[in-house]
């Protein structure tokens, strides 16, 4: 299995300014690529009052800057503006981090769509339509898209006709195929994410119990050939004290509050511990790689995405808990059989 | 008088081809180097769509150069406002500046690629309105404004109540407009905005689109006192002053000839943009570039072709070093140059 770390929001929160939590960002993400970590990432969400990260592309250059090796995921929000803003964004991330962008794109909340005056059912619509201009400005060849929402180019009168009438992005991504996911945190994506044979990336707001049948129903429908690494977020903490959930209880009520309000989550935030059965995955390191191998017996997962940091965690709490993850979770997973004084140290 | 470097657009050109994770790595390098030769910043260049790799995202890029640096600021010349999403800006400018610890310059530019505007689905003849739209939502969202709040707002957009967030570390982020014409200078001035003048005005001319801006900045009621005057210039600084008129001069011809032919970008004395197909023209139009509007060879040359510009009111220039073709080893010894023997010759007029 792979391990990711994030994604990141970068919100304002607790004693928490908005220059500190990119700092957080930044030192995280120097951590996660010296310690055995996969990849790193940073997700979208716009008019948030905590601020949390509403141009994503920038954060993730940001952290391409501060490291070597890991794979830089971003989760943008797709469908809101015109497509080519985030296939521009894409490959610009793609070059300067020498071709580690993996792109992710998410649904709109409600408040963002009716913020850019979009309907519910345009919104899917549009949705789609990103996804397939996507796919076409990452192909090395010039294109022209004709679709309900946007036609590239739009060929209008008062300009010099374009000969060819298509156009090639530029630059061109690094990578020949720039990794394209679907997040399927909602119904439409997922279904959408079937039909056309992309991978999906199942989201922190599905609940353990629910995991199963999205990917059976996924399953149902993508085609057989279709390469499909599954990727799920999860929201994890490590400490070796004797109550981990304690220390995050408050920062996790705010995460799925947040949830909660932009109406991608229905449950009660202040339950913590029911949300540590269902959605979280918190303990001492023994605790946590049985939680992951439960997950795993159950989904057969590629690459888990770990949400370690919670709205208002300081970096110490953060590092520390990478830390165990990083030398007493990870290698479980490297090898089967794992010596347990591997594991434990000798 | 103060410098910042430029401009990088990222470019794999006929003329001097380059992968382009390679020109991103040396990017952070050449930030580096100008941080720590002390520029106080380095600029980067939009447009999409040109077969080179020309830069289309430089918000993204900033992020990257904020990354790689501590103390360098970064500016933005040009982001084609018009072309864009204002409020997507808005919430970049705000991260970025964030992220940067409060490094950003944002500059803004019209824009003049047919191409840019159609494959976008926006009419160019549009780009001044949608110009004026974006600044006001700037300047609300730097306050940290809902954008409703936005005179520029449009109610179709639906709910008007939303915050940008986050809000910028600088109160306000300072704004740049590019101006080729009058009515960018006047746009500038009504605003109280920063100034950048072109590579293609000359020193004369410079200063008469200064004088514009003190006259209009003082019928707007605006203090035009602490205004940056900001002017593009083709810089190479170079201990032979035969190597830089053997080597630098044909480099920018050929530049200016191939991108600004391409562009449609020069103009003739009539103000006909040039092309490819007026040639002779176009040479000619480039020539005068070289000629007037750059400063290539020794300190002592350099200091002499740049020093005109503090008299017509320029107090701030952008140097374009980074002229696509060079090494990084003979860019990096140009900047050095420019920095340590030029800069310190032309710093009489001090900002506070």
Known sequence: ?346 | MEFGIGLWGMQSTRNAPLSHPTLYRRLAEDAQFAEHVGFESLWLTEHRFWYDGYLPSLLTAGGYIAGATTRLRIGTGCLLLPQHDPMRVAQGVNTLDQISHGRLDFGVALGYRDIEYDALGISRKKRASRMENALDILAASSRGASFGECKAYSPERGEAAQLITPSPVQQPVPIWVAAVGEKAVERAARRGLNLLLSDAHDDRRAGELIELYHRTAQSAGVDSSNIRFGILRYVWVDESAARAEAVTIPRLRAFLLEQLGGWRYLSDENGNSLGFDQPVALRKAAEGVIRNNAAIGTPDTVIRRLKNLESVGVNFIVARTHMVSESPEDRHRAMELLASEVAPALSTVGRA
């Open chain 1, 1 to 346: 299995m792979r391990f990711g770390l994030g994604p990141f929001a970068a919100e304002q929160a607790g004693a928490i300014s908005w220059m500190e939590a990119y700092e957080i960002v930044g030192e995280a993400a120097r951590q996660a690529d010296s310690t055995g970590f996969d990849s790193v990432w940073v997700a979208e969400r716009q008019f948030s009052a905590d601020g949390y990260c509403p141009q994503p592309f920038i954060a993730a250059a940001n952290i391409a800057a501060k490291t070597e090796s890991v794979k830089i995921g971003v989760l943008p929000i797709a469908g809101l503006t015109h497509p080519l803003y985030l296939a521009e964004d894409a490959v610009v991330l793609d070059n300067l981090s020498g071709g580690r962008a993996i792109v992710v794109p998410i649904n709109a909340a409600s408040h963002e769509r009716m913020a850019y005056g979009i309907s519910e059912d345009d919104y899917q619509e549009r949705y789609r339509e990103t996804i397939e201009v996507l796919l076409k400005a990452w192909a090395p060849k010039a294109f022209r898209h004709e679709g309900k929402h946007w036609t590239i180019p739009a060929g209008l009168p008062e300009h010099t006709p374009i000969p060819s009438g298509t156009v090639l992005v530029q630059p061109q991504p690094a990578q020949f195929e720039l990794p394209l996911l679907i997040g399927g945190f909602w119904d439409y994506g997922r279904s959408l994410a079937a039909e056309m044979g992309l991978p999906l990336v199942l989201g922190a707001i599905s609940d353990n119990d629910a995991l199963r049948s999205l990917w059976s129903e996924y399953d149902a429908v993508a085609p057989a050939a279709a390469r499909r690494p599954k990727m799920l977020i999860r929201d994890v903490y490590v400490s070796a004290n004797d109550d981990p959930l304690s220390e995050v209880a408050d920062m996790v009520s705010y995460q799925f509050k947040r949830y909660s309000d932009w109406g991608m989550w229905q449950g009660d935030p202040a339950d913590v511990a029911g949300l540590s059965r269902s959605s979280l995955i918190v303990g001492n390191p023994e605790q946590v790689i049985e939680q992951i191998a439960a997950l795993d017996s159950v989904n057969g997962l590629d690459h888990l995405i770990c949400r370690m940091h919670f709205p208002g965690m300081p970096l110490h709490q953060l590092l520390a808990s990478m830390s165990l993850f990083s030398r007493e979770v990870i290698p479980e997973f490297r090898m089967p059989d794992l010596p347990k004084q591997i594991r434990r140290g000798i």
